[in-house]
Nanobody, 126 residues
Framework: QVQLVESGGGLVQPGGSLRLSCAAS????????IAWFRQAPGKEREGVAC????????VTGDSVKGRFTISRDNAKNTVYLQMNSLKPEDTAAYYC???????????????????WGQGTQVSVSS
């Protein structure tokens, strides 16, 4: 049974950092594209970053480029999202997602992902 569990969210001041984790079970995450999305109240779901099975195959959204970094620990079957220089507009629920079929490429389109975690809340405020 495929399962994704996000953790690491919380309240942080502007300019601070957080690291989100997406723990995968029921499949070997390194063979699949894993993506992070976020959704703020009243806004559409936005792709943040994704990583595929190929080394260095990473896509990062324009709004977080240079601040957020996605990475993978294959031994822990976990994907991380390191978030630095956080801004109030980064406040959202953050979700990780994966596809049903192994992929060597990833994209920041929510519709291509079949499995989603329950989300973790990130709030950036002073």
């Amino acid at each position: 049974q495929v399962q994704l569990v996000e953790s690491g969210g919380g309240l942080v001041q502007p300019g601070g950092s957080l690291r989100l984790s997406c723990a995968a079970s029921g499949f070997t995450a390194e063979h699949y594209a894993i993506a992070w999305f976020r959704q703020a109240p009243g806004k559409e779901r936005e792709g943040v970053a994704c990583i595929s099975s190929l080394p260095d195959s990473i896509v990062t959204g324009d709004s977080v480029k240079g601040r957020f970094t996605i990475s993978r620990d294959n031994a822990k079957n976990t994907v991380y999202l390191q978030m630095n220089s956080l801004k109030p507009e980064d406040t959202a629920a953050y979700y990780c997602a994966t596809e049903r079929i192994p992929s060597t490429r990833c994209m920041l389109r929510a519709g291509v992902y079949d499995y989603w975690g329950q989300g973790t809340q990130v709030s950036v405020s002073s």
